[in-house]
């Protein structure tokens, strides 16, 4: 799922980037293949576990670039990064409640695919763009 065009110009943010789609990837294969659900546990709960980690260091990283470049959207990035945090966390506490169903982690991981896609094309690349204009790269 991974594309060179979504790249922002940061290594260590195009990593992390490249990271998530990876295993983003992984899990929705993992989930929507056919086999007992029961084997299929494992990689949603390390998913689960990953995401709740990385998402906040990527988001970090990511929110430290946007300081030093002074991008004009910050606040309102770090604001949807919040949100997919929240999002994130009410799946795990609902999957702590209600179990790991089926048809909720189905929910889950196209939520996740979605989001990742949409967020790393589109809001992302304006930090791009605006390092580019402003020659800030690093």
């Known amino acids: 799922m991974w594309k060179d065009k979504y790249k922002v110009g940061v290594e260590k ?5 490249q990271e998530l789609f990876s295993r983003v990837t992984d899990f929705v294969s ?5 086999g007992d659900w029961e084997d299929k546990l494992e990689k949603v ?3 689960m576990s990953f995401m709740q980690e990385y998402v906040v260091v ?5 929110e430290r670039y946007m300081k030093e470049i002074n991008f004009p959207e910050y606040k309102e990035h770090v604001k949807i990064h919040e949100e997919f945090k929240n999002e994130v966390n009410q799946f795990a506490e609902k999957f702590e409640k209600e179990g790991f169903k089926e048809d909720l982690v189905q929910s889950f991981a196209g939520k996740l ?3 990742l896609i949409n967020h790393v094309a589109s809001h992302d690349q304006k930090i791009a763009d605006y ?3 402003k020659g800030g790269k690093k």
């Open 58 to 62: 990527h988001f970090d990283d990511e």
């Open 113 to 115: 695919m979605a989001w």
């Open 45 to 47: 709960k390390s998913t």
């Open 13 to 17: 943010v195009d990593n992390q980037h």
């Open 131 to 133: 390092a580019n204009i």
């Open 30 to 34: 993992t989930v929507r293949k056919d």
